[in-house]
């Protein structure tokens, strides 16, 4: 399938009930929203990097950590 972006605001592969936009604070990536879905927010480390994804409720959906040297 291909997935069509429009500079880095939107994409959607397929058709655009699949379309995934992002929001912006700057030049940072700060929430995504997929179709008419929730909205996402992502949050950074202190590098800059998505550390952890939350709901609009606050609630944590995913966490990347990288593994202790």
Do not use: C
Request: charged fraction near 10%.
């Amino acid at each position: 399938m291909t997935t069509y972006s429009i500079g880095v605001h939107f994409e959607w592969t397929g058709s655009t009930t699949s379309m995934i936009k992002y929001y912006y604070a700057g030049s940072q990536r700060a929430a995504v929203r997929q179709g008419s879905s929730t909205v996402y927010y992502l949050l950074s480390d202190h590098l800059g990097s998505t550390s952890l994804t939350a709901n609009s409720s606050g609630g944590k959906v995913a966490e990347l950590r990288s593994p202790v040297l």
